[in-house]
């Protein structure tokens, strides 16, 4: 299907909900399950019946703006596609505004807010009518649960405002807020009885400030760098989610305490991602991406409740696991053999500088330690031998890290990826 010809915009890919002036589907609407049906192309193909080269087709753009007195207009440099999902979602772009100076001075402000109801939004939902189910009271095939009678339907709202500043046409700056508060949210409520009852009356906030900037430093380079300042925060015993699972009550005749409010298992106060193309000479490319993170939220526990250490019960934001930083590399050399085919060899490498990124994955239950503690109920030292000779005066002497993918970093010490490379070709046409 010709969706551009010549220049000029001849219709949109369309599935059978009709737009102004299109009236009938042209068979590209996809569908995921659990999603709402989108427009979506197969391949892209774009032609060009007069070749010019960049210095030219910049000059021709310049030259249309001012014929049709436009303030600017946009130099796509790239498309990426490779989306797998079909909700609806934005492409990746290479955009840049050209004016009839050949650069950009252009702020853009943008802002937007939503109530989200939905009732199937949290996985609580489904494990409270599951709890529900299994106790039926006439048969008995499971705990007695109910749902709490004042129930009401959980809700978010989300709030964001920006703004975009463009230097010139290699320098893009943004800033971006982002407001998004859970109402309703599920709590299930384990009494003594051994009674279960699932409530609404969680709350969750999530705030953040993302700074994003974009440019090329020459012909040769080009930088992303995105840093992000955030708080996520909800009730719960142990860490929980944001406007998702079930979180549990420690005390259900006290489920407001303190220190049940807050950091969620998104909670990541900082994080820095650079991101950068190296077109080297003899046309190969070097893509580098760099992370970093301060660490995210860790609840010890004792039983269902969180650890008890001299006496003083510990709260939801008292430990962290370990900042998260990886590089990843990436060498490629295309190779153009037909006007549509190319060839492209790369190796790939993963953590490349090898570093241990166990997060917050952290042996969590003190039952469960390498090293004995001396009262689950109460810790007051560790037991490597049987007089229990280490006292703990710090919390932090009780985090141990989970090993789930083998002894890469000694025993049991291995969660993240180590480094690892790959060698593979990429074939396009």
């Not at 709202?157 to 975009?164: C, Q």
């Not at 992370?291 to 409740?305: F, N």
Request: hydrophobic residues 35%; aromatic residues 10%; neutral net charge.
């Amino acid at each position: 299907m010709t969706v551009v010809e010549n220049g000029i915009l001849k219709t949109f890919l369309l599935s059978r909900s009709p737009i102004r002036g299109f009236d009938h589907s042209n068979g590209h609407g996809r569908r995921q399950a659990g999603n709402e049906v989108v427009s979506r192309q197969s391949n892209l193909i774009v032609e060009s019946k007069n070749k010019v080269s960049d210095r030219t087709l910049r000059e021709m753009l310049l030259t249309e703006i001012q014929r049709q007195k436009k303030p600017y207009g946009l130099y796509f440099e790239q498309v990426t596609g490779g989306y797998k999902s079909f909700s609806a979602g934005p492409a990746l772009l290479e955009v840049e505004p050209v004016t009839e100076r050949g650069c950009v001075n252009l702020d853009t402000l943008r802002g937007g807010v939503g109530l989200y109801f939905n009732d199937l939004a949290q996985n609580g939902w489904a494990e409270a009518f599951i709890a529900v189910n299994n106790s039926n009271l006439q048969n008995a095939s499971g705990l007695p649960s109910l749902i709490d009678s004042n129930y009401h339907t959980p809700y978010a709202l989300h709030a964001t405002a920006g703004i975009e500043h463009a230097f010139n046409t290699n320098w893009v700056l943004s800033a971006d807020w982002t407001l998004e508060t859970g109402m309703h949210g599920y709590r299930r409520y384990d009494y003594p009885s051994g009674i279960s009852v699932f409530r609404t009356d969680n709350r969750s906030s999530y705030k953040a400030l993302a700074v994003h900037l974009q440019g090329n430093v020459s012909r040769r380079l080009n930088l992303v760098a995105n840093y992000t300042l955030s708080s996520a925060k909800t009730w719960g015993c142990l860490i929980g989610e944001l406007f998702d699972y079930v979180n549990g009550v420690c005390d259900p005749f006290n489920a407001f305490a303190l220190g049940d409010y807050g950091p969620s298992g998104e909670d990541v106060r900082h994080r820095f991602v650079l991101a950068g193309t190296v077109h080297a000479p003899a046309g190969f490319d070097v893509s580098f991406l760099s992370q970093a993170e301060t660490a995210r939220p860790i609840t010890l526990t004792s039983g269902a409740d969180r650890v008890v250490i001299n006496a003083v019960k510990s709260s939801l934001s008292e430990f962290r696991g370990t900042p998260y930083i990886q590089t990843d590399l990436r060498v490629s050399r295309p190779i153009k053999f037909h006007e549509r085919w190319s060839l492209t060899p790369f190796i790939e490498f993963f953590n490349l500088f090898n570093r241990n990124n166990p997060g917050n994955n952290y042996v969590g239950d003190i039952s469960a330690l390498p090293i004995p503690v001396n009262d689950l109920a109460n810790v007051t030292a560790l037991c490597p031998d049987p007089t229990c000779s280490v006292p703990v005066t710090s919390g932090k002497q009780l985090l141990v890290p989970a090993g789930a993918l083998g002894d890469f970093f000694g025993p049991g010490t291995t969660v993240g990826i180590p480094f690892a490379a790959q060698l593979g070709v990429k074939l396009t046409f």
